[in-house]
């Protein structure tokens, strides 16, 4: 319980610290994408060295949908303490993960005014997924969208050479 409540302490204070240097109370789409881009660029690297330490048989899974499904169990649950509520695909590349209690984004589920804020919160998941995803040989784009608080999507698109 400690652990998480570290992880999501770190977190906050990561976002919180780059949106503290914005010079201009009301930034630009520019400096919001480069902080965005930040964070999912630390979320990447997190990502890799999470998928460095995996066991040997994990990084033995061939198949793509195999992988998905040890992120949405295994990974969601080392990170999060809990499993991914639904894994969708079209069996062509795209898949849809979905967790409508997102522990990231749970405190902020008190107002709708919230909703334009939690892009930030889901970027460092997002390069997360992506770098563990490249690690196990997984080239992908990874977005995540907010309907609802606490809820929310990651869209994951395997880029096939």
Not at 123 to 134: P, V
């Amino acid at each position: 319980m400690v652990d998480a409540v570290l992880f999501e302490f770190l977190h906050t204070e990561m976002v919180a610290e780059l949106w503290a240097h914005e010079a201009d109370p009301d930034p630009g789409p520019g400096e919001q994408k480069m902080n965005l881009l930040v964070l999912e660029s630390m979320g990447f690297r997190v990502g890799q060295a999470l998928g460095e330490r995996l066991p040997r048989e994990t990084l033995a899974l061939r198949e793509e949908l195999d992988v998905l499904k040890f992120l949405c169990k295994d990974l969601w649950v080392a990170v999060f303490q809990k499993q991914m509520d639904s894994l969708r695909t079209n069996h062509q590349g795209t898949y849809v993960l979905q967790d409508s209690s997102f522990p990231l984004l749970i405190r902020m589920a008190s107002g709708l005014q919230y909703v334009e804020e939690a892009p930030k919160f889901l970027a460092f998941t997002c390069g997360l997924l992506r770098g563990t995803l490249s690690t196990l040989g997984i080239k992908s784009l990874v977005t995540a969208s907010v309907v609802a608080l606490p809820a929310c999507r990651f869209q994951v698109v395997v880029q096939r050479s």
